[in-house]
Structure formats: C-alpha cells, structure tokens
T-cell receptor, first 114, second 110 residues
Framework: NAGVMQNPRHLVRRRGQEARLRCSPM?????VYWYRQLPEEGLKFMVY????????ESGMPKERFSAEFPKEGPSILRIQQVVRGDSAAYFC????????????FGAGTRLSVL | DAKTTQPNSMESNEEEPVHLPCNHS???????IHWYRQLPSQGPEYVIH???SNVNNRMASLAIAEDRKSSTLILHRATLRDAAVYYC???????????FGQGTILTVHP
C-alpha cells in the first residue's frame, strides 16, 4: 500500500510565479491536511479537506493561498505570486474514516523562491 | 488547544532505553495523547497514542500518569535511526489539525 505521495519533492520558483503542490493520499483515505514548516521553525497547520470540501482553513494565509481536494485526483495546494517568505517545506498528511486522527505524512515538497 | 511542554533536547547512547517526558497539565478529559517524530529531512511519522492506559506497540511504549497531566514516551533500545524530533500532541480522535510544538530533539550516540 503506497504511502502519501507528494510531488514535486523540490520546486524552485521566482518571485511572482505560481507554485502548485500535489498530494495523493493513501488509498482509502478521504481526509487530507496540509502543513508548512518554515526554516528553523515548527510545523504549522494550514488546511484540512475532505473530498471536495474545505473543513478547516484556519491556518491558511488569507491571500494568495488556496487548496482543493477534487472528487478525482490529488489534493492541490496553490500559491499565487510567490514571495521569498513562502520558501518552506510543505507537508501533506492523510487519514481514514476509522483510524481516528492518526495522520500519515508524505515526504514533503521543498519550495524555494528566488 | 491544550498546551504541552517538552524538554528542548535529550541525548542517549545506542542500545540504551530513552524516556521522553511531556507535561500537559491542562489536558481535557477527552484529549488523547499522540506522539509523532520527524527524522531529518522527512515528514512526521506517527509513533503511538493513548488516552488513560499505558500503550505498547512495535515502535515504543507510552506511559500515562494517573492524573493524565504528564506522559512519557519510552524507546526501549535506542538506535541511531531513532535520532529525530519527537512531538507530544494532544487531540481527540475526531479529525482535525495537529498542533505541533517545538518538540524534543533526541540525539543518539554510537
């Protein structure tokens, strides 16, 4: 059973460009979470989605950031007009409907903004 | 969210047991105690969780104080691969965000 897959593993963007980060949850998992880890800082929750619905976006910056988890396909975290401060590791996690809140994490996407 | 307090860092020697403490004096009656760890350059990894009783799995043991205001993650025989940041997190079994603190950096010496 494949784990949580994130791609790309590394992403380089210039200021002002768009970044799209993809996350395929574990098979059978319908809950997806995105977290961000800034350099030398802890992991911070961003958003929690179930299929086609955003459940909790309390950690998401109000501007330039959006997330979706369509009925078919991976979850996407989209950052528009990236700035240097967006450089971080972005982790996706998934959980199923019976395992409680045990979250399984991907290896992350490391975004570098030049 | 209820707050947890962990030492910033701990050290151990390979093959020795490690006891990682966590204080959570404001824990609510429905909060589970979760432990995750993050190895260098990797995503967090679930370790163990419990509510009131001590728990064991293939990775570790979790000892929970009778008043539930503290807990201890026990690695029975540390290996070099156990060097990581260990996070103690409170939460329910309903779905939702995990609130990571600074965690404990565990260094394992050969």
């Amino acid at each position: 059973n494949a784990g949580v897959m994130q791609n790309p593993r590394h992403l380089v963007r210039r200021r002002g460009q768009e970044a799209r980060l993809r996350c395929s949850p574990m098979k059978g998992h319908s809950h997806v979470y995105w977290y961000r880890q800034l350099p030398e800082e802890g992991l911070k929750f961003m958003v929690y989605l179930q299929k086609e619905n955003i459940i909790d976006e309390s950690g998401m910056p109000k501007e330039r950031f959006s997330a979706e988890f369509p009925k078919e396909g991976p979850s996407i975290l989209r950052i528009q007009q990236v700035v240097r401060g967006d450089s971080a590791a972005y982790f996706c996690a998934s959980s199923d409907s019976v395992g409680g809140n045990i979250q399984y994490f991907g290896a992350g996407t490391r975004l570098s903004v030049l | 969210d209820a707050k947890t307090t962990q030492p910033n860092s701990m050290e151990s020697n390979e093959e020795e047991p490690v006891h990682l403490p966590c204080n959570h004096s404001t824990i609510s009656g429905t909060d589970y105690i979760h432990w995750y760890r993050q190895l260098p350059s990797q995503g967090p990894e679930y370790v163990i969780h419990g509510l009131t009783s001590n728990v064991n799995n293939r990775m570790a043991s979790l000892a929970i104080a009778e008043d539930r205001k503290s807990s201890t993650l026990i690695l029975h025989r540390a290996t070099l691969r156990d060097a990581a940041v260990y996070y103690c997190i409170l939460g329910g079994t309903s779905y939702g965000k995990l609130t990571f603190g600074q965690g404990t950096i565990l260094t394992v010496h050969p």
